[in-house]
T-cell receptor
Framework: KAGVTQTPRYLIKTRGQQVTLSCSPI?????VSWYQQTPGQGLQFLFE???????NKGNFPGRFSGRQFSNSRSEMNVSTLELGDSALYLC??????????????FGPGTRLTVL | AQSVAQPEDQVNVAEGNPLTVKCTYS??????LFWYVQYPNRGLQFLLK??????LVKGSYGFEAEFNKSQTSFHLKKPSALVSDSALYFC????????????FGAGTRLFVKA
């Protein structure tokens, strides 16, 4: 079974631009979560989608948004980029049931650099 | 509020020796606890989890972890360390109230010396 895939793997943007990152979950998984990883703040939860509905949201500004499609693929968007948005963005998918006991499987991440 | 603490930024151990990476947690309900490992420029790989039942959980690559409710701890252990175990280790917690809002510890870097 193919794992979680994320595109693109690397991205360089300038301040003020916007960016869209994509995540394809493991086949059959309906839950997708997004995390931001930085050296200073560690791993922080952004949001989680299950069957196209956002179920949980972390403490990030409204510039960070996401969505999930009917095939469970997910995108996250960051508008008006700031230098502090430079990070590794990780996507994780979980199995069919969508319970909080489910294991999350992570993709390789998208490394975003904001200049 | 949920929280996870990994008190050691770095753990150094000689190859062949046992290793322990510490984790303590705080949640309002029953905890669901996870350990992940991250290699350079890679995503997180799942090692093991505790949901309920036996306090000793066995996972991938010879790792195990012991859930201790009274000490609110979930330490990761391995009887004999390998150089290839050198990586960044994350402890994480969820509870029913938090749903899928997984809270991660700051991470512990493990160095295994040959």
């Amino acid at each position: 079974k193919a794992g979680v895939t994320q595109t693109p793997r690397y991205l360089i943007k300038t301040r003020g631009q916007q960016v869209t990152l994509s995540c394809s979950p493991i086949s059959g998984h309906r839950s997708v979560s997004w995390y931001q990883q930085t050296p200073g703040q560690g791993l922080q939860f952004l949001f989680e989608y299950f069957s196209e509905t956002q179920r949980n949201k972390g403490n990030f500004p409204g510039r960070f948004s996401g969505r999930q499609f009917s095939n469970s693929r997910s995108e996250m968007n960051v508008s008006t980029l700031e230098l502090g948005d430079s990070a590794l963005y990780l996507c994780a998918s979980s199995s069919l049931a969508g319970f909080s006991t489910d294991t999350q499987y992570f993709g390789p991440g998208t490394r975003l650099t904001v200049l | 509020a949920q929280s996870v603490a990994q008190p050691e930024d770095q753990v150094n151990v000689a190859e062949g020796n046992p290793l322990t990476v510490k984790c303590t947690y705080s949640v309002s309900g029953n905890p669901y606890l996870f350990w992940y490992v991250q290699y350079p420029n890679r995503g997180l790989q799942f090692l093991l989890k505790y949901i309920t039942g036996d306090n000793l959980v066995k996972g991938s690559y010879g790792f195990e972890a012991e859930f201790n409710k009274s000490q609110t701890s979930f330490h990761l252990k391995k009887p004999s360390a390998l150089v290839s175990d050198s990586a960044l280790y994350f402890c994480a917690v969820r509870d029913e109230a938090g749903g899928f809002k997984t809270i991660f510890g700051a991470g512990t870097r493990l160095f295994v010396k040959a």
